[in-house]
C-alpha cells in the first residue's frame, strides 16, 4: 500500500517537472528571440573588432527609439578609424534632428586630413542651416569657379557691351550658416561690371582694358557677409551690343514727332470747327436777308394799297433792277446765281417794262 502511493509521489513530481521545464524553456526561447531581435550582435562584434566599441545597451536603446543602428554604428567605426573624437551619442542625436550623419563624418574626416579647424559642432550646424558641408570643406581646399550669366551694360557713348565674367572662390567656413550663397555672389558682380562699363567714357576703354572691370568689382569687397571668399573675378567674354543710345534718341524724336503731329491734328481740327461755325453763321445771315427780303412784297403792296405808291413807280423799280443786274452779268461782278437771278428777272419781266 505504502509503495503504491510513493509510486503516485513520483509520478505526480515527474508531471510537474516536465511541465515547470517545458514553461522554462518556452521563457527562455522567448527571452533569447526577444534579445537576438532588439541587439544586433553582427554589428555590435564589428564594433567591438574594428576598435568602436558600443555599449549593448546603447544598441538596444537606439532600436526602441527606431533609429537607423546600421547608419549610425557603421558611421561611428568610420569617423573613430579616421581618428575623429566623436561619440555615438552625437551621432545620435544629429540623426534624430534630421540630419546627415554620413555627410558630416564626410566632411569631417576630409577636413582633419586637410589640417582645417572644423569642429563637430560647426560641421552639425552648417548641414542642419542646409548646406552641403562636405562641399563646403571641399570648395575650401579646391576652389570652385561660379560662371555668371551674361550681363548687358552701356557706356557713356551709347553703346552695350555684354560682359561675361567667372568668379574664383573659396568657401569661408565660419559664414556658412547665416551667410548668402552663390546668387548673392553673381547678382553683387553682375552689379560691379554695370558701374565698371557706365562710369566709362567709351566702351573702347573697356574693349581695350578687361581688367579694369575685374579690378573694380574686387575693390568692393563683394564677398562680405557670403559664405566665400572671392579669390579671382576674370573676364571671359565681352561682346558689342546695340547702339542703345542712338536707339533712345530715335525714339524721343519719334515721340516728338507724333506730339507735334497730334497737336497740328488738334489745331486743325480746331480750325474745321471755327470754319464750319463761320459758315453756319453765314447761312444764319442769309435766312435772315431771306427772310427780310420776304417783307419788301408786303411792304410793296402795302404802299400799292395805301396809294404812297403808284403803279408806275413800281414799274420803274423793277426796270432799274433788271438793268443793275444786266451790267452785273456783263461786267462779270455778279455770279451764275446772279446771272440766273438776272435772267429769271428779265424771263418775268411784262414787255410793257423794257419800253420804258
Known sequence: MMNMNFEAMLCKLSVGW????????????????????????????????????????????????????????????????????LSIDELETHYMANGDVERVVKALISAHSANMDLSVQTAKAIDLAGRDVY??????????????????AMAKDGIELKVKAKVTVISNMHMQIFGAGEETIIARVGEGVVTTVGSAASHKIVLENPDLIS?????????????????????????????????????????????????AEERKCMAIATE???????????AMVVQA???????????????????????????????????????????????NDFA????????SNFKI
Open 18 to 85: 516536465i511541465v515547470g521545464l517545458s514553461v522554462g524553456s518556452a521563457v527562455l526561447l522567448g527571452l533569447l528571440i526577444t534579445f537576438l531581435c532588439l541587439v544586433p550582435l553582427r554589428l555590435w562584434f564589428r564594433a567591438v573588432v574594428s576598435g568602436a566599441y558600443v555599449p549593448m545597451s546603447k544598441l538596444i536603446g537606439m532600436k526602441m527609439r527606431k533609429v537607423d543602428v546600421n547608419k549610425i554604428v557603421l558611421t561611428y567605426i568610420t569617423a573613430r578609424k579616421a581618428g575623429l573624437t
Open 135 to 152: 562641399q563646403a570643406v571641399r570648395t575650401s581646399v579646391v576652389p570652385k569657379i561660379i560662371e555668371t550669366p551674361v550681363v548687358s
Open 215 to 263: 579690378s573694380t568689382v574686387l575693390n568692393k569687397g563683394l564677398d562680405t557677409g557670403t559664405a566665400y571668399e572671392i579669390v579671382s573675378i576674370d573676364i571671359a567674354d565681352i561682346d558689342v551690343g546695340r547702339n542703345i543710345g542712338a536707339e533712345l534718341e530715335i525714339a524721343n524724336a519719334e515721340a516728338d514727332k507724333r506730339i507735334a503731329q497730334a497737336k
Open 276 to 286: 464750319n461755325e463761320m459758315k453756319a453763321k453765314v447761312q444764319e445771315m442769309k
Open 293 to 339: 427780303e420776304a417783307e419788301v412784297p408786303k411792304a410793296l403792296a402795302k404802299a400799292l394799297n395805301s396809294g404812297k405808291m403808284s403803279a408806275m413807280d413800281y414799274y420803274n423799280m423793277k426796270n432799274v433792277q433788271a438793268d443793275t443786274a444786266m451790267r452785273k452779268a456783263l461786267s462779270g461782278e455778279g455770279d451764275d446765281k446772279s446771272s
Open 344 to 351: 429769271g428777272s428779265t424771263a418775268n419781266k411784262p414787255r
